[in-house]
């Protein structure tokens, strides 16, 4: 790296002119010389002066002072220190020094050293580390760019600077394919744009590779960070609504809400049973409901690390969970199937009291890998493993739309997600032969479906941002946007 170098003082008019040579071309006359000055004489009382009076002769900017009398200045204080470029009067003294070289980088001082910019929270647990104050080692290269990362997860993305003051239009299909991310080396769970609007380039991915990634969904498609706490499969994962958590479930047992920035984990839970589903508490993100492989689900207070609620149903596990609008009632899910009917297959609950409020939901022979809830009517969607899906009422006794069935995709056992529009006129969902299918929410028709490669797409989320950016997931680990 080149810089600004300094050199024993010397007689020899070789390392002058290197002095003069290592000095950066972009620095003005008036500071080289005033470096220069002072160098020379060092040990001369009078330098402060002889300095003043050359920067004073060389500050011609403002001054009717031509090109010549600058040359003379540099000249008249110059001589006897070393031998001027030959310029003539109409040759400026800056543009002799443009002329010149930068020196080699291994005339550099060995002693010489560029540290990295620290972040205030590295160095902060640096002195905690080290139970020192004021002692700052450097960090290694590996930390020094995680650093860098986590100072531009959060940097506004300048894609989205342009429709982050305007509302939200009508839903366009997307068509091509804008990002195709492979770093996931098992199956993607859940994929989920950032809620908060100035940071909607931001997706997260939940993984059955047991880690969970943060992705610059909108401007380059790359991984920003990647959060290995769970030592199994990651079922589920959730942002926090406001972007800065994330809580997420898997199959080593545990719960945890990691902190985006720092990539720590400020709370974590283990319970009896490999976790399927976690969702925040709607109107309190220190409260969370878990569930799995288990009769029973469990509401967890974070703050207290204390089981607050439990919900106890007579079947072998849950899929999702769904809170409706309010946060005082919540549907679950579950494998509940008879030879008649499918009774307890989706159950409401009331939240604080832990009791069920119907279980007669749904009476088909289906199970319900999913859930999903319209953005402006009081409607939330299932998906069903009979390969469509059917619209509820979220008002007592959430009674079915018979006169709408979404078919035309296929699900055959695999988790598939669905979901609608922000501005609620469409019904997205995947399929387990991996084509993406757009249905109109009014007419119960596809609209458009884009194709994939055999693999089963898992998750489907629309940016809240871009009236036209989607993000998928897929069997085989891939990540998919379109536009």
Same mark, same amino acid.
């Given at each position: ?205 939940? =993984?059955? @590779?047991? !880690? +969970?990634?943060? $992705? ?5 498609? %790359?991984?920003? *960070?990647?959060?290995? &706490? ?110 008649? =009917?499918? @009774?307890? !297959? +989706?159950?409401? $609950? ?5 009791? %069920?409020?119907? *279980?007669?939901?749904? &009476? ?120």
């Amino acid at each position: 790296m080149n810089s600004l170098v300094s050199y024993d003082d010397s007689d020899s008019d070789t390392e002058r002119t290197e002095h003069l040579k290592a000095f950066p071309k972009e620095h003005s006359v008036k500071s080289f010389a005033m470096s220069f000055s002072s160098r020379v004489y060092e040990n001369d009382d009078l330098s402060k002066d002889r300095t003043s009076n050359m920067c004073s002769g060389l500050s011609s900017t403002n001054k009717d002072i031509n090109k010549a009398d600058c040359h003379n200045h540099a000249k008249t204080y110059f001589s006897g220190a070393y031998s001027t470029p030959s310029v003539n009067a109409t040759t400026s003294f800056a543009s002799a020094l443009r002329d010149t070289k930068r020196p080699a980088s291994d005339a550099a001082d060995s002693n010489t050293t560029v540290k990295p910019y620290i972040p205030k929270r590295l160095r902060q647990e640096q002195l905690h580390n080290n139970d020192s104050v004021g002692k700052v080692d450097t960090v290694s290269h590996t930390q020094f760019s995680k650093s860098i990362a986590l100072e531009n997860v959060y940097r506004v993305s300048d894609y989205l600077k342009p429709f982050l003051l305007s509302k939200y239009t009508s839903t366009e299909i997307p068509r091509n394919l804008v990002f195709q991310m492979n770093e996931h080396t098992g199956p993607v769970n859940r994929v989920q744009w950032c809620p908060v609007r100035q940071h909607s380039h931001l997706l997260l991915s939940a =993984s059955m @590779d047991t !880690t +969970i990634k943060i $992705w610059n969904g909108v401007d380059s498609g %790359k991984c920003l *960070n990647t959060f290995s &706490h769970h030592s199994g499969a990651v079922r589920d994962s959730q942002w926090s609504a406001c972007g800065q958590k994330i809580l997420s479930g898997g199959f080593d047992s545990m719960l945890y809400l990691t902190d985006v920035e720092t990539g720590k984990a400020l709370f974590n839970a283990r319970n009896e049973f490999k976790i399927g589903v976690v969702r925040f508490h709607p109107n309190d993100h220190n409260l969370c409901v878990c569930g799995g492989f288990s009769p029973a689900l469990r509401a967890w207070d974070m703050r207290t690390d204390k089981v607050i609620h439990i919900y106890k149903a007579g079947v072998q596990q849950h899929f999702e969970v769904l809170f409706l609008p309010g946060g005082k009632e919540f549907l679950s899910t579950t494998d509940s199937v008879s030879r008649d =009917s499918a @009774d307890r !297959t +989706i159950i409401a $609950w009331d939240f604080q009291t832990a009791a %069920k409020i119907s *279980n007669q939901i749904f &009476h088909e022979r289906y199970t319900c890998p999913s859930l999903a809830l319209h953005p402006k009517e009081s409607i939330f969607v299932a998906q069903t493993n009979g390969n469509y899906m059917a619209l509820f009422s979220t008002q007592r006794p959430y009674k079915m739309d018979k006169k709408k069935r979404f078919e035309g995709h296929k699900v055959e056992g695999f988790a598939v997600g669905c979901e609608f529009s922000p501005d609620g006129s469409l019904l997205v969902t995947g399929s387990s032969e991996g084509t993406v299918s757009f249905y109109s929410y009014h007419t119960a028709r596809i609209v458009r479906s884009i194709s994939g490669d055999g693999s089963a797409c898992i998750s489907v989320n629309f940016h809240p941002v871009l009236s036209s950016l989607l993000a998928t997931s897929y069997w085989d680990g891939q990540i998919r946007i379109w536009q």
